[in-house]
């Protein structure tokens, strides 16, 4: 009998958040060595707890979770969704329009089985959380990346953006607040998305799964929210705002004109119901969830933990020499730059396994966020204020000696 062979859509499909680097860190810990694993955004690891909202909520309707629910999820976790997009401003969101499933990772790779035929494109941002790219890979489709622009605060190139668009392109992700920058976009860039997608027909996609960790009393504005003429999809969930990344609890909300997406959500149809349902358990702690905004809040405010570990990240980064960041408005991350002169770093993910050797800490590299240079690397900023702080003093001490060979 011969091997069997993996389909060729998936040839190109990675994840470095999860690869060698992080096998590695299992090999250490099996040994006995403490590593500080600051490779995933999963809050509930770093000591973050259950919002009690949502304890009682599952614990008081565990029964009605029993039998599959409808294939597009809850109606009351439906109409929670529906009324929380309404609210930030997206006009006629119904609850038919939601579809919930196992996080935003499988609401995202079911919209890119829907949009994309063999062949199509869809416009990425480099460096971008690699669900997206891996999402339209798998479904036959071409990745076409556009920069991230760092001196602009990591807010996209709009001009990067439109010549990148080929009669091809069917649709255009933006991720607001962004992993792995933490950047928060503009309006007006914004804006200037809607105009082009509606001018070339295309699909926006918008993951917004961090619009309710923005700090520094800035403001989210809802990608769909600009417009009512062109078709969007918001992806959203409870991984991060409300800490339960294992619940596997995400959602797309669809809006713009139906008769532009009808043919869309019959695909949704059929996807969603070929699995029967979503999780139902998770979907019983959505009302809760999305009433209590103070959880969130408190996490994003002076004094909260979010707000305090980014602080003492931002503090501590500010001492190492040759190296350099964009402070985050959002999200749990920021993607520091590595200077080229000093540091000769010609592999960065050699320069992420020295560290990990080193000093035992586990961190990303940029290029595994198809980011084309070996200058950045991610920081996800979750463990407390004062753990933060000593991880960035180890990174100092390590970088005070470093230097990669020619
Ligand atoms: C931008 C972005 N989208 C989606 C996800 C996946 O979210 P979920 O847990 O809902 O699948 C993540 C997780 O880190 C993310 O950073």
Redesign the pocket.
Known sequence: MEPIVKSVTLKDVHSDIRGPLYFESLKMIERGEKVLRLNT?NPATFGFKLPESMRKALVENVDKAVAYCDFRGMKAAREAIAAYHVGKGVKGVTPDDIFIGN????M?SMATTVLVSPGDEVLVPSPS?S?WTNAVLIAGGKPVFYVCDEKQEWCPDFEDIKSKVTPKTKGIVI?NPN?PTGALYPEEFLKKVVDLAREKNLLVLA?E??DRLVMDGYKHTALASLADDVPFVT?N?L??SHVV?GF???WMAISGPKNLTEQFMQGMVQLTSMRLCGNALTQLVIPAALEDSAYTEEMINPGGRLYEQREATMREIAKIPGLSVVKNKGALYCFPKLDKERFNITSDKKFAMDLLHAKRILMVPGSGFDWPYNDHFRIVMLPEAHEMAKAMQDLGDFLSTYRQED
């Open positions: 955004g996080g935003v990772s499988e995202a959380y669900l991720i992993n993951d799964i961090y992806f969930g991984s991060k990344c596997r609890c995400g």
